[in-house]
């Protein structure tokens, strides 16, 4: 009875936890690691509702987003993530989260692999091959807000007894989780309407300059917020710090060329190479992207203005737009010439470190106007030779250590 108890003063814990996150990818990461950890499970996953058109017809489907697993984690080196297979799944009787997601209703399966005959579900077993796991016991439970409103379905599997054996999942465990699913969808409304409302403001940029879309975005804030997770490690960062910097970090880096929208659409939609004159003009976006943030209110507020004006900094000083306040715009400090000397070093911001090679790696992989993408050889070629020059070595070394993980992010956000 007090393991019980425990479990659930954690879940009330973990609830005001959860509502203090923005980010809405971290919010789901964040849920699945909180439910699995209060029935001890295993392994999860945790799907979101997702609409196509087909021939005219809005067509629902639910789409993995996390994947987590212990068993399989301990193989891994430290600091690389499990990756697993993007899929989606109907919304129907062929599969439990389907079924979850059809009837809106909790589903408590003891055993897999032994299916009652009259279960309305099936069990596909070809996952498991896949990854070498075996499935026992799974609860799904559909993420449904007080509207009524299907948000996605979190799966969890095996449930663990104190000897780390397979178990079913028990009534306690039905409680717990409906409990914390019915509170934590209040959380991810308001990260849907955070998310919504950063992509709208994304999407405004994009109608100025369509390089910058909603999955480039994606792409760096997620690389950035890998590549944070490498650095805190190695500093030994406590996790409730690195959980609220990140999150805080993925909002900023997807902001991180907001300026933009004050650059001249004769340069910012050329189809071919700049000037030197329009580069000119062009670096100003840094500036005007960080006097956005000049109000400076929360974290937030300071990380988005330390990456927009120095993810093009180099780490050898040789970047732009160097040392200006992006509110007065005067010069803070002067090269011989009078100019803004570029900011070397650590006298870069980190997240504005991690943004610079997050937002190169994606722009090298990615087609422009002016060049097709490059090869991954070539892009992973240019990084190395850039290391100590355009990149904080540390963090070069990093994004090798965790490039699994950064391709899972591709894979995410497709172009």
């Given at each position: 009875?007090?393991?019980?108890?425990?479990?659930?003063?954690?879940?009330?814990?973990?609830?005001?936890?959860?509502?203090?996150?923005?980010?809405?990818?971290?919010?789901?990461?964040?849920?699945?690691?909180?439910?699995?950890?209060?029935?001890?499970?295993?392994?999860?996953?945790?799907?979101?509702?997702?609409?196509?058109?087909?021939?005219?017809?809005?067509?629902?489907?639910?789409?993995?987003?996390?994947?987590?697993?212990?068993?399989?984690?301990?193989?891994?080196?430290?600091?690389?993530?499990?990756?697993?297979?993007?899929?989606?799944?109907?919304?129907?009787?062929?599969?439990?989260?389907?079924?979850?997601?059809?009837?809106?209703?909790?589903?408590?399966?003891?055993?897999?692999?032994?299916?009652?005959?009259?279960?309305?579900?099936?069990?596909?077993?070809?996952?498991?091959?896949?990854?070498?796991?075996?499935?026992?016991?799974?609860?799904?439970?559909?993420l449904v807000t007080n509207e009524g409103r299907l948000l996605g379905v979190t799966q969890i599997i095996n449930a663990k007894d104190a000897e780390g054996n397979s178990i079913p999942f028990s009534r306690d465990d039905e409680f717990l989780v409906t409990h914390f699913a019915a509170t934590v969808t209040v959380a991810l409304e308001?990260?849907?309407?955070?998310?919504?409302?950063?992509?709208?403001?994304?999407?405004?940029?994009?109608?100025?300059?369509?390089?910058?879309?909603?999955?480039?975005?994606?792409?760096?804030?997620?690389?950035?917020?890998?590549?944070?997770?490498?650095?805190?490690?190695?500093?030994?960062?406590?996790?409730?710090?690195?959980?609220?910097?990140?999150?805080?970090?993925?909002?900023?880096?997807?902001?991180?060329?907001?300026?933009?929208?004050?650059?001249?659409?004769?340069?910012?939609?050329?189809?071919?190479?700049?000037?030197?004159?329009?580069?000119?003009?062009?670096?100003?976006?840094?500036?005007?992207?960080?006097?956005?943030?000049?109000?400076?209110?929360?974290?937030?507020?300071?990380?988005?203005?330390?990456?927009?004006?120095?993810?093009?900094?180099?780490?050898?000083?040789?970047?732009?737009?160097?040392?200006?306040?992006?509110?007065?715009?005067?010069?803070?400090?002067?090269?011989?010439?009078?100019?803004?000397?570029?900011?070397?070093?650590?006298?870069?911001?980190?997240?504005?470190?991690?943004?610079?090679?997050?937002?190169?790696?994606?722009?090298?992989?990615?087609h422009r106007v002016y060049k097709e993408p490059w090869t991954e050889e070539q892009v992973l070629s240019e990084i190395r030779s850039m290391r100590g020059i355009k990149f904080d070595p540390e963090l070069t070394d990093i994004f090798f250590e965790i490039l699994p993980n950064i391709k899972q992010i591709q894979n995410l956000y497709?172009?």
């Amino acid at each position: 009875m007090s393991h019980e108890k425990t479990d659930f003063k954690s879940i009330l814990r973990t609830d005001s936890e959860l509502n203090q996150i923005q980010d809405l990818d971290i919010l789901l990461e964040r849920i699945l690691k909180a439910i699995r950890e209060a029935v001890h499970a295993d392994a999860g996953s945790i799907y979101v509702l997702e609409q196509d058109m087909i021939e005219g017809e809005r067509i629902e489907k639910l789409v993995i987003k996390y994947a987590q697993n212990d068993t399989q984690q301990k193989k891994l080196p430290p600091g690389q993530k499990l990756v697993y297979s993007l899929f989606s799944l109907p919304i129907n009787k062929s599969t439990i989260s389907g079924y979850c997601a059809l009837t809106r209703q909790l589903v408590n399966v003891p055993d897999v692999y032994n299916l009652p005959p009259n279960a309305p579900y099936s069990f596909s077993t070809a996952y498991d091959k896949i990854s070498n796991y075996k499935t026992t016991s799974t609860l799904a439970v559909p993420l449904v807000t007080n509207e009524g409103r299907l948000l996605g379905v979190t799966q969890i599997i095996n449930a663990k007894d104190a000897e780390g054996n397979s178990i079913p999942f028990s009534r306690d465990d039905e409680f717990l989780v409906t409990h914390f699913a019915a509170t934590v969808t209040v959380a991810l409304e308001r990260a849907y309407m955070t998310r919504a409302m950063i992509l709208r403001m994304i999407r405004m940029a994009e109608l100025r300059d369509p390089k910058e879309t909603g999955t480039h975005v994606n792409r760096v804030a997620g690389f950035a917020v890998e590549i944070y997770d490498g650095w805190a490690r190695r500093h030994e960062v406590p996790d409730e710090e690195r959980e609220r910097y990140r999150d805080a970090l993925k909002i900023a880096a997807m902001l991180h060329d907001a300026g933009k929208v004050a650059i001249p659409d004769a340069i910012l939609k050329k189809p071919s190479r700049f000037t030197v004159e329009e580069y000119r003009i062009m670096q100003r976006h840094t500036v005007f992207g960080a006097g956005l943030f000049d109000d400076l209110q929360s974290p937030l507020d300071t990380i988005s203005r330390d990456i927009a004006l120095t993810h093009h900094e180099n780490w050898d000083g040789s970047g732009y737009p160097g040392w200006i306040d992006p509110v007065t715009k005067q010069v803070i400090k002067a090269d011989s010439q009078g100019n803004p000397r570029g900011r070397r070093g650590e006298e870069i911001p980190l997240p504005g470190r991690i943004v610079a090679l997050a937002d190169v790696y994606d722009a090298l992989c990615s087609h422009r106007v002016y060049k097709e993408p490059w090869t991954e050889e070539q892009v992973l070629s240019e990084i190395r030779s850039m290391r100590g020059i355009k990149f904080d070595p540390e963090l070069t070394d990093i994004f090798f250590e965790i490039l699994p993980n950064i391709k899972q992010i591709q894979n995410l956000y497709p172009e």
